[in-house]
């Protein structure tokens, strides 16, 4: 159950260490991957169709540097995902490989004929730019890369919605230690939110990447040595202006029906959220903040139509960080509104069995830690190793969201608590205003021990 040595990040914590890789990957392979094939290949296609060499060309240019994006960054923070999610909480991922490892497999193997494609497509682009012929087989190229980089936001989607919307079909849990028991496979791939949310990302994806393509064609058509080049800018910033006109409504259309198929309790997360607790009730900001990054894509967006030739780079600049906005701001607020749990109704944030709770609160969490020294996970009769023992519940129980005494720091959220009232709080988990915690799960002596270590991080100014 607790198989795994414990892992921890200091100051930042474990939940920031997979936030920073999680964003940034997303934005490489949203941007990137998934929204980039798509916007290169329509361009690719556009140019070659109006006989655009010096537009072709600058396709190629901007395809470049996609590639070298998505083939460095996009690949070592995909496998720092693995990596991370494997330290953090190895039961979640062994619980989804269980269900989805054929789906998994089947997107890895998509995944490596994506990458074959995308290298071919590049290494190949200038030999076959020579002839119309060579380049209406290119183009094809850059027509299998994007659909085979969809197929792996696809399978990537079904995942990441069962996660939040499981759909067992009322699938009775017979055994614990199969994930769920007799699952339905089918009804786990075409849960809830998979369509919704595949959908919303796609259009989003595409609009992201041709406000990256509009920033880095000003870039490139402005500092280019070549005139033919520079002549291409307002032809190929208004072609990706077109693409975003039609995107963008549509990805917030979508957007917001996949929001209706989110769980009611999930919903209610979202303005913490957005906000964290401190202003969760200021919706207001809330409403500005969504309000303003909407605003800043279409201000932009309608720019970079009408006025192509003149469009600055600090409006380009803006656009492509409203996009990095918003998708920082999607991806947290995803994450967050599960919790308590990690896999809805069935794994806590602590990577608990929700099913496997009442039989821990009788025997108690440490009896299945197997990485733990015995003198750390038992309570001597005189309670001298009590403090001790609690760390060691706080490591297991606790680390997937708090550090000791940095990022949501243990130390600063307990500062003036007495014992005492650190022990009520914690048997009234997750009461107090704070649904996204977890109930703490193990005996009443490990809750003691627990207390006992919150209680020794500070030593002054108590809340009897």
Known sequence: MFDFPIFEMPTIGLR???????IIHVFVSHGGAVGGSVVLALAAWWTN???DLAGYETVYRLLMVFFIITTSVGALTGI???????IISPNAIGGLIRVFFWKWFIEWIVFNFEVILLLFWFMTWKPKAESAEGRTKSVKFGIFYAVSSWVTMLIITAILGFMLTPNFDGQPWVDPE???GVVNYNNALFNPTWIPGLAFRTFSSIAFAAALAIMWTWLITSFSSDEKIRDTKERMIKFFATIMLITVPIGAALG????????????AMIPTAMMTRAFADKMEMMYTIISAIGGTVVLTTIIAYFSPKRMPYIAATLMVSAFLLFWGYEERTREFIRKPFLIYNYMYANGIRVTDVPYLNKVGILKHAVFVDEDKKVIKEDKSNLIEVGHTIAQIECRACHTENGING???LTAGWSQEAIRNRINNLPGGGTPYMPPFTGTEDEKDALAAYLASLNK????K
């Open 256 to 267: 917001y029906f996949y929001l209706l198929q989110i769980p009611e309790a999930a919903r």
């Open 410 to 412: 243990l130390k600063a």
């Open 178 to 180: 199969v994930y769920p």
């Open 16 to 22: 920031f260490l997979m936030a920073i890789n999680a």
């Open 49 to 51: 169709k109006k006989n």
């Open 80 to 86: 720092g995902m693995w990596i991370h999610a494997n």
């Open 460 to 463: 002054r100014g108590e809340i």
